[in-house]
């Protein structure tokens, strides 16, 4: 890692004259440089170096610059590429910025200049990657190799940026709210605010005021005017969290500012108008309670314009290591702790236990081991009650006694990291595979940066694909 923490530019000239004054002025200035005296050897050398930044000349033998460039961009989209250009062909370097080169400088390029264009490039650099951190930041990611929660993340990229209502089901703790925290990030309300209500907390009366606000007067008590929730998701997303559990005449009132896109707040003869895209959540079965009546048919099919079903933890126990290295990482954040690892034993449990609790559940049971925990490694002894007896019979949970413990520890330590980079190399390849080698997009469904990725791509020899 630490080589990817200094600044690093590759660069690619056939003159190693040229070569040598761009490294003694770019070195002075703090830049760790690589050089590629072509092209073909730029490219081999592109996972070994990682720069932040290509400074490639125009002209070569061999492949030419701007082929070298689109090469670089098929590889590593966001590499910032700067072009160098004999004087008098300006006009080819700037055909080449149309075609994606963040820069160019003619040759012999001036120091100060040079060194000025390449902080300019790293900065646009790092603006991307923090770009990227703000779309998804990393500890908000929807994690799991299944083909179900791939799917999930399918149709967030798909529905996130229209204007479809979004109706998210599932069982509690299967990560409802992080799928709407999802599709709101991918709109184009992103940078409005996203209102959460949770419909099942309130009493009716102060969810209903909640929702549309009230005027001054509107009840005793209503010394001034409040907006409503729907005023304050302006230009943004209201997020209505348990609608499986709204009182039957706020139905009638929610279906009605769906329909006509105005509120009226309590007390008020005046509609507001709203601008706001809803996204919607429950546990319960709204199909059964359409059937049964108690909930409404026409709003249910307002508000499943689109439905995105979470399946239960149960139904997609391939997720638990991935999931379980995840929250362990962000937990681990939270709590100051590193937990380099689960023993075979421990995840064995894991894949035993039926979680009616689903992913929360883990996540409890992995913070509470977290914190009990001795060792960087995991182990059956900070299993809770619910999870002990899973453990199998290859692992005495009960052992107390030092010594022995440790001895234990030690000897199946090694299979152990044999057993997670085996699960680990899995993960990877399921993950290409479903992205066809998109790197981001993998490194987004893996829960990793996408420099984490393409270190871990190197470990397994994956760089290939
Ligand atoms: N696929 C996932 N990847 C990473 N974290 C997840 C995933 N699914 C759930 N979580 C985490 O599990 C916890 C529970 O998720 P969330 O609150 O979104 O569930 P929910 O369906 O809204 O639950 P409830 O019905 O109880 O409100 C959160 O901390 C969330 O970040
Ligand atoms: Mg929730």
Redesign the pocket.
Known sequence: MTKNDERTVLVVDDEPGHRLMVRAVLEDVGWKVAEAPNGEKALAMLDAVQPHVALVDMKMPGMDGVTLMRELHARTPDLPVVLLTAFGSVGSAVEAMKQGAFNYLTKPADNDELAAVLEKSYEYRRLIDENARLRLPQ??????GSAN?ARVRELIDQAGPSEATVLIL???????????DGLHRASVRARKPLIKVNCAALPADLLESELFGYVKGAFTGAVKDKPGRFQLAAGGTLFL??IGDMPAHLQAKLLRALQEKVVEPLGSVKAVETDVRILA?T?RDLRADVASGRFREDLYYRLAVLEIA?PPLRERLS?LPL?AG??LRKLGKKNNKEIRAVSPAFLEALTRHNWPG???E??NVLERALILARADVLGPELLPPQLAGLAGSSCPSGTEGGAEAAANADTTHAGLEDAMEDAEREALVRALDTYTGHREKTADAL?ISRRTLQYKLKKYGLTKR
């Open positions: 500890d908000e990611a929807i994690v799991g929660i599932g069982e509690s703790g299967t990560g409802k709210e992080l799928v709407a969290d348990e959540a546990n979470i997720d999931l995840h929250l689903n992913v929360r883990l996540e829960g």
